[in-house]
Structure formats: C-alpha cells, structure tokens
C-alpha cells in the first residue's frame, strides 16, 4: 500500500491543490483549509450551497493570495481587522482579507461573501466526541486529516455501474491523502498508520454529502452521484455519525514530511470495523 496523491485545499470548499509532497503538523498538511469564504454574518460558505467555489482557485504567495474564477483574478493579503466566523458548531475569530479580495468574490459568487484566514491568533479545536484529548484544527470539517482509498472507490463505482450511473474520481471525496493497492474498505480496520515519517490516528469515518455529486472542475451536479451508491452499501450503524461512508478522519500523532510514493504501514487495527445498515438492492 502506497500515497497515490496529496491535496490541500487552502480555502475551504475551493479547488484541490494537488502536491507531491507535503510537511504535515497538528493541523494537518501544511496550508490545507487555512481560508474560508464567510457570508457577511460571518456563516461559512461551501459547495453545499454555492457549487461554483469548486471553480475557485488560488495560489498563496507569503502573507498574499492570488484568486481565479472563470478567467478573472485579484491578488490581495489580510487587513488587521477581524471577525468571529463559525464553521460548524465552532467559533473562530479570524483576519479579513483586503477589500478588493472581497469586492471580487462578492461579484464572482453572485452574493456577499468576504475571505477570512486562520492565522496565529486563530484556534479551534476538533470533535472532541472522538477523541481522548484535545486536538486543533484549521477550517476543516472536522480534523485535521482526510484519508481516502482507491479501492474503495472502484466498489462505489461498481455500484454507480449497476444503478446505469457512470464512475466518478477521487476527487469528488476532497481527501488530503489518497492510498493505493489497498483492499476495498480495508481503511476501516485502520486504527494507528505510518506514511513516510508521519504518523497518523484514523479516529472518525467520514460522512458524506451533497459535495460529492459536484463535478470538481465545473461546479455543477452533473455525472454520477455517489450518494445514490453509498446509501446502498454505507450507511453509518453508529449513533455519532449519521448518514453515508467514504474516507476516515485523521488527526496526527507525529508530524513530518509526506510523499506520493511513500507505503503506508498499518501499526495497530480496529479489527471489528464500523457498524453498517446495509440496504436491499431492491
């Protein structure tokens, strides 16, 4: 088993950065989710809602970022202004971008929207519900760590086939860490891994949304719709996380550099699994 691919994602909901290699700490990989769109009330925005942030993309140099949609650009940095945003159930008090930053995505999403950033000043902790300790995290969902496996993808796509639905990438799962030459679902054995000199706690399988029906390059909902397939074959039996299956969270126990290449070594297993409501095809 090896690292197929990496991403970070460096505004939250926006276009995957693809890497080949990538230094990881507490947060996760360096850069990942570090930036939010937020609605003037300070609501974080997503693809659930506003598909086009898949089209987003960004190019961060220094203390500046440089945005594109749709062949218009704006460079800009962070103000010394700051506002409480919320992702989630979690409070957060962030810097706001420059106003030209804003104007342009206000103009580009169609409704008001302003660039916040996780900074020095900034914390937020994961969901402690799976955890024995406090760990931060950035903007993310959840933690700090997406792991996905290309197995598992092909079972979902087998299942897309047989609902006459064409396949879909990996890319539609946003994962950080993609693995290869595992067994389908073999994640979810996955207690304690090693991936290069990272080490990693997969603590919380990944629920799964309407995302993942958004074409990564477009925006739009257009192809299969994994959804349709999970519901068939993973849907969560665990009170704690409702709905479908695909990925794991991860927080990290030692940081490092990681690499596309590198094997992936399982240290301890959760031998039982997850508990799973399995639906007739019928």
């Excluded at 000199?197 to 192809?223: A, F, H």
Aim: glycine share 8%; with cysteine; net charge negative.
């Amino acid at each position: 088993m090896h690292v197929a691919g990496l991403a970070i994602y460096p505004i939250k909901s926006a276009r995957a950065v693809p890497l080949r290699e990538s230094a990881v700490d507490v947060l996760g990989l360096s850069g990942d989710r570090r930036f939010m769109v937020v609605s003037p009330d300070g609501r974080f925005m997503t693809q659930r809602q506003v598909h086009i942030l898949a089209r987003l993309e960004v190019e961060v140099h220094g203390d500046a970022l440089c945005l594109h949609m749709d062949g218009n650009s704006v460079t800009g940095g962070f103000t010394s202004a700051r506002m409480d945003v919320t992702v989630w159930s979690s409070a957060v008090n962030a810097a706001i971008a420059e106003e030209p930053v804003n104007q342009a995505l206000t103009a580009w999403l169609g409704r008001p929207a302003l660039l916040v950033a996780m900074d020095d000043q900034s914390s937020r902790l994961a969901e402690d519900d799976w955890l024995d300790a406090p760990v931060s995290t950035s903007f993310t969902d959840g933690f700090p760590v997406l792991i996905a496996n290309l197995a598992s993808l092909s079972a979902v796509n087998q299942t897309l086939e047989g609902l006459g639905q064409p396949p879909v990438g990996i890319e539609r799962f946003r994962a950080n860490i993609v693995i290869d030459d595992a067994e389908p679902w073999a994640e979810d054995t996955w207690k304690t891994v090693q991936i290069g000199e990272v080490t990693l706690d997969l603590v919380k399988p990944c629920t799964r949304c309407v995302v993942t029906s958004i074409d990564q390059m477009t925006g739009e909902r257009q192809g299969g719709n994994p959804l349709q397939a999970l519901q068939r074959t993973r849907m969560s039996g665990d009170r704690r996380v409702a709905g479908v299956l695909f990925g794991w969270d991860a927080i990290v126990r030692k940081t490092g550099v990681i690499r596309c290449g590198d094997p992936l070594t399982v240290v301890t297993t959760r031998p039982e699994g997850i508990p799973l409501k399995i639906r007739s095809s019928s």
